[in-house]
């Protein structure tokens, strides 16, 4: 079935370092894939989304590139910043927005 | 236009108890899906139901958990004879339909004493 592998954390940064959270994921078909965060005690919000290969998702300074030849989609930020701490999931989904498949999260500290 | 509405936010429960977990969609959405997230774990896909229909509940427990999304009012997740090992965040999201955006509410955090 499908599945979504991110880095493992938690990955703590200094503020204004540069962020990479590496996903790949595997997949029987051709989906869209997605960035939500969760900052503490809320819900998931969505970050950004890619529907199609070399789409590239990006908000709030969060950008990620979908890449069908390495079936990544890697989230980076090129300055960080403390409220950005929280924890970050990749997903998929087969039928766009719909019966996602997540990955376990990685929680970001950014220290000031 | 209010967004996905879940409550409680906090429910705990003594082991065997029921635990009734409610969800209204944003309004218009007729698409609605339950997601479990165990401490430290991403969420993992429970059942997707449309207005009165269960489409998909290959995620949800054979035993002891039950969904339904009414024709009126809000969906609801139920979880009878409560265990410790159900305490997680429970979370729901609603979508307008087929290729449709889903939408996240807050969550309701079960907790199982």
């Known amino acids: 079935g499908d599945s979504v592998t991110q880095m493992e954390g938690p990955v703590t940064l200094s503020e204004e370092a540069f962020l990479t959270i590496n996903c790949t994921y595997t997949?029987?078909?051709?989906?869209?894939l997605f960035w939500y965060v969760q900052y503490p005690g809320e819900g998931l919000q969505l970050l950004l989304k890619?529907?199609?290969?070399?789409d590239k998702g990006s908000n709030k300074g969060f950008e990620a590139t979908y890449r069908k030849e390495t079936t990544s989609f890697h989230l980076e930020k090129g300055s960080v910043q403390v409220s950005d701490s929280a924890v970050y999931f990749c997903?998929?989904?087969?039928?766009?927005?719909?019966?996602?498949?997540f990955g376990p999260g990685t929680r970001l500290s950014v220290l000031p | 236009n209010a967004g996905v509405m879940q409550n409680p936010r906090h429910l705990v429960r003594r082991r065997g108890q029921e635990a009734r977990l409610r969800c209204s969609p944003m309004?218009?959405?007729?698409?609605v899906y339950w997601y479990r997230q165990l401490p430290e774990e991403g969420l993992k896909f429970m059942v997707y139901?449309?207005?009165?229909?269960?489409?998909?509940e290959s995620g949800m427990p054979k035993e002891r958990f039950s969904a339904e999304f009414p024709k009126e009012g809000p969906s609801i997740l139920r979880i009878q004879q409560v265990v410790r090992g159900d305490s997680a965040a429970y979370f729901c999201?609603?979508?307008?339909?087929?290729?449709?955006?889903?939408?996240f509410g807050q969550g309701t955090r079960l907790t199982v004493v």
């Open positions: 999201a609603s979508s307008l339909g087929v290729s449709s955006e889903a939408f």
């Open positions: 997949a029987t078909g051709y989906p869209s």
């Open positions: 890619a529907t199609k290969a070399d």
């Open positions: 997903a998929l989904s087969e039928t766009y927005g719909q019966n996602f498949v």
């Open positions: 309004k218009g959405h007729s698409h």
């Open positions: 139901l449309q207005k009165e229909n269960i489409i998909d």
